[in-house]
């Protein structure tokens, strides 16, 4: 024993004496803020080294004589070189930057404002409440969609598409319609036939430099933004050459277990024969084309994304170049099961739908600015989006079979020319926007075909054996803007007075063209013409033989054109003092909203606009408690204006209910409060605790309306005030090379609104029912109550290891606004965990993998309450509720390589 302890005293002795270890932290000279991923290594010794860590310190080990020379390197500094005479005390290495002076002692070029460094600063010096994911973040993430990325950031929730990504925001359980979207800093125009929002999953993350998030308006921000803004600020010239390109490939585990359905939907005719021969035309089964009705099955190929970007600078660095792409093909899907009522056998139905989705998602966008002296820049921004998402659903019931092939494709395209000028030693600055901005949507051909199955016999359905829909709508933006500011200095007193303005004259078309078939095969005996059997007269569903039923339908609702003309002007001032800094203005907005039905229609008022101005204050006031810490409140009124389709006086009648627009629907508007107060401790570093209130006027939901004749109508209103409050809390801490990034918000929100509800009327011994009008209150869509999201990171940047496990759980929520009383859908608490790890070599090279719900959470919708099955015990429950629908998405799992020349 004596021997043991003195060969362990021996070992330890010898290894504190001989194999001593630097420990230090790097900063910048200039800022004092510490370093992350700085290369630090011994002279002479490059085997010995070491990186920064998240946290800027860093630990070389086995050093066993001194004095040594530590060098330290990281693009963009100077190397430094620093003497350590011996071990024990910490080392501090300060990292000058390089200088970019060009000619007259002004920094070109825009790029390197990617990093986590630079989206804390941006929180930390904006005077609104905004929240900021960097391009270093995103590259790292599980994420590759935008509406995937923007589900990390504190009180932000995403509204899912079938496939189980993210597609529309949800800001502070605000809906989607009460939040806008900006490329840039311009907003852009929505593919959607109805509304204004802009799906975020149409833009791949890799193009972007930073996301921010908005959540109180000043008064130079476009004012329809009740829950905030999303910007996207896509990749921008670097100080230097850049080139990057990537490539990988994935697989859903989802299709492990099924086939992959597919269709020819490039053999589809993009117009109804209607559109290509005249309205008049008496359309035939000729004029119909097939080829895209045949149904593919077989193992789903894998998925494929590639991106590539280059920068530069040019003509002594006055003209910068920034191009980048991006294609991601996807094959997606789910698998869902959808509970009805239990019949009078006593079994509830369900319905078992199977979605494969092939998405192929496309972007490119140009940015060129030159600087034509310090004082004048010019900068020319393009970008194009495009998805497509060819989709088969497959839906099975016990006695029928339902079809759907449907191929969609979005797109946005947004120029934009921009001047910057300033004048007076930079004491009035000038800076002026071009905006021509345009978003399409096509659906052509939606094909859905019903099967019947009696005695083991399937056959088409003889009624509507099938329906074949053509949709497409545009919304085209041409809009200017223009700011002037200038600054004032008395002492230690800076004032800054703006105005400004801007003016958008949107045009949206909306066409809707709709077939109805039933079978038909003349060359078979009379009497079973109309009975086509699968495996004896049809195999696939291109060999069914239809004739056409009806069509036309060019009343419906969905064909108008619509026109909206907003002008808009604003008065700001900035007040800095010491440590405060306050912000007022007013803003005001001028509306002028319109449509024209393309096809009349008797009783309906046929075109119809609204004419109105808001006022929009805002104060936001932010106080330096310390050099780290600020505290900020703010105050800013906002709006929210219909959507088109809302305003067109369509009227639709559905086998229980009858739903109609509303031409005399008002805007919505809401007072919007915010305090929050947030501590940086390091660079990276960040704790926030923010409270927010919202009082909202008139907000616009759907209720049941009288007043028509006899008739009541599901239909939008306004339905007097509602509010909305929360905490939010948010926290990025490192140590080290590992990290936490953690973020919980609580809100909660009410509405009132009119419902149906049926009481059964036993009176003379019937059993009918007498309906009744009632108010609820209830959340507001979407708005779920917790939402949690916590990540772990860890980062190597001596070995070249990036690697980061997250971790979202979104409340339960809205999810379907029931016409009936206490019957609302919700959406069932959603628990996500997504990774990623990547892994660097110094030859620029990089693998990575990302793999996203890795344990297949299912998304399930419910019925809290449903008096048609109450005290049933054969029906699927959750927490004492009847379950609609369970979702399962599958685990995403993608694997690729990346090259940074």
């Known amino acids: 024993m004596k021997f043991l302890l003195t060969i362990v005293f021996f070992v330890f002795f010898s290894i504190s004496t001989y194999s001593q270890s630097i420990k230090g932290i790097v900063k910048d000279s200039g800022t004092g803020e510490e370093i992350i991923g700085a290369i630090l290594f011994i002279k002479n010794q490059p085997e010995k080294g070491a990186s920064t860590g998240l946290d800027g310190s860093f630990s070389i080990n086995g ?86 990325v923007i589900q990390r950031v504190s009180g932000v929730t995403v509204e899912r598409n079938s496939s189980g990504d993210g597609q529309y925001a949800i800001l502070r359980g605000m809906d989607k319609r009460f939040n806008y979207t900006l490329v840039n800093g311009v907003k852009i125009p929505s593919p959607d036939n109805k509304n204004r ?93 097939t080829h895209n009705l045949k149904v593919s099955s077989g193992k789903a190929l894998p998925n494929l994304a590639a991106g590539f970007s280059y920068g530069d600078r040019f003509l002594k660095n006055h003209l910068g170049i920034m191009l980048a792409g991006s294609f991601q093909n996807s094959r997606r899907g789910s698998n869902s099961d959808m509970y009805g009522a239990v019949g009078s056998d006593g079994i509830q139905s369900i319905t078992n ?32 989006m495009d998805f497509r998402n060819s989709q088969v659903r497959d839906a099975f019931e016990t006695q029928s079979e339902t079809v759907r092939l449907r191929w969609n494709r979005q797109t946005i395209l947004n120029n934009t020319l921009k001047g910057m000028h300033t004048f007076f030693s930079n004491k009035l600055q000038i800076d002026w926007s071009g905006v021509y901005s345009k978003a399409t949507n096509e ?93 004896e007269d049809w195999n696939n569903y291109d060999e069914i033989k239809f004739e056409v039923k009806e069509f036309g339908n060019l009343s419906d609702p969905l064909n108008y054109d619509a026109s909206e003309k907003i002008g808009a002007t604003y008065i700001q001032s900035k007040l800095t003092y010491n440590k405060l800094e306050i912000i007022a203005g007013l803003r005001a907005e001028h509306t002028e909203q319109g449509y024209f039905l393309k096809f009349p229609t008797e009783g309906a008022q046929n075109e119809g606009n609204q004419k109105y101005t808001d006022y929009l204050p805002s104060v936001h006031v932010k106080y330096g408690l310390h050099k780290d810490a600020n505290l900020r409140f703010s105050y800013a009124k906002s709006l929210n204006r219909p959507s088109f389709f809302e305003i067109v006086p369509y009227s639709q009648i559905y086998e229980d209910y009858k739903e109609r627009g509303n031409p005399d629907l008002i805007h919505t508007t809401a007072h919007n409060i915010d305090l929050r107060y947030e501590y940086f401790p390091r660079q990276s570093e960040q704790v926030m605790l923010g409270l927010f209130y919202k009082n909202i006027q008139n907000p616009i939901e759907f209720g049941m309306m009288s007043g028509f004749g006899q008739d009541t109508y599901y239909m939008p209103m306004n339905f007097g005030d509602a509010y909305n409050y929360g905490v939010e809390f948010d926290v990025t801490k490192y140590f080290s090379r590992f990290g936490i990034k953690a973020n919980y918000t609580f809100t909660h929100s009410r509405i009132t609104t009119t419902k149906m509800e049926e009481i059964p009327d036993n009176t003379g011994g019937g059993s009918g029912h007498t309906t009744t009008y009632m108010d609820q209150s209830r959340p507001l869509y979407g708005q779920a109550g917790h939402v949690v999201n916590f990540s772990l990171l860890y980062k190597d940047t001596y070995n070249g290891w990036d690697a980061q496990l997250a971790f979202s759980y979104t409340g339960e929520r809205i999810c379907i606004v029931s016409r009936y009383y206490n019957r609302d859908s919700w959406q069932a608490g959603y628990t996500q965990l997504d990774a990623s790890v990547e892994k660097q070599f110094k030859t620029g090279l990089a693998l990575f993998a990302k793999a996203s719900n890795l344990t297949n959470s ?39 390589m990346k090259y940074k020349f």
């Not at 940015?367 to 310090?374: A, E, G, N």
Request: proline content about 4%; charged content about 20%.
């Open 197 to 289: 929002f802009v799906p975020l999953d149409i833009f791949p993350a890799e193009l972007l430099d930073r996301l921010e998030v908005t959540k109180s308006l000043t008064a130079n921000m476009e004012g329809d933004g009740i829950g905030g803004a999303v910007n996207m600020v896509m990749k921008d010239a670097p100080t230097q050459r850049q080139l990057t390109a990537n490539i990988s490939t994935g697989y859903n585990s989802l299709f492990f277990d099924r086939d992959f359905q597919s269709f020819k939907s490039n053999t589809i005719d993009k117009q109804s024969p209607n559109e290509q021969y005249g309205l008049a035309y008496p359309v035939k089964m000729k004029d119909f084309t």
């Open 858 to 896: 299912p998304m399930i919708q419910y019925v809290k309450s449903n008096s048609n099955n109450q005290g049933q015990e054969n029906v699927r429950r959750y927490k004492g509720g009847v379950v609609e629908r369970y979702d399962h998405y599958g685990v995403n799992m993608m694997l690729g």
């Open 63 to 148: 050093i066993q004589k001194y004095p040594v020379s530590l060098c330290c390197t990281l693009l963009g500094y100077n190397q430094s070189e620093t003497s350590i005479k011996d071990a024990g005390n910490s080392v501090t290495i300060w990292l000058e930057p390089k200088d970019q002076n060009i000619g007259e002692v002004i920094i070109y070029g825009d790029g390197g404002q990617n990093t986590e460094t630079n989206a804390r600063g941006i929180e930390r010096n904006a005077m609104n409440v905004v929240n900021v994911v960097s391009a270093k973040a995103i590259e790292i993430s599980p994420d590759i969609t935008v509406a995937n």
């Open 443 to 535: 659906t052509p051909d939606n094909t859905q075909i019903n099967i019947s199955t009696v005695n083991e016999l399937t056959w088409v359905s003889q009624n509507t054996g099938a329906t074949r829909r053509w949709e497409h709508n545009s919304d085209e933006d041409k809009a200017g803007y223009l700011n002037l500011g200038y600054s004032f200095k008395a002492g230690e007193s800076v004032l800054n007075l703006s105005a400004g303005g801007m003016y958008r004259d949107k045009k949206r078309t909306s066409f809707y063209n709709e077939y109805t078939f039933r079978p038909f095969d003349e060359s078979k005996p009379e009497e079973t013409q109309r009975i086509l059997v699968r495996g």
């Open 353 to 384: 739908r199977y979605f494969s989705d092939n998405q192929t998602r496309s972007g490119v966008h140009a940015k060129l600015d030159y600087r034509f002296s310090p004082n004048h820049k010019l900068m020319l921004y393009s970008a194009y």
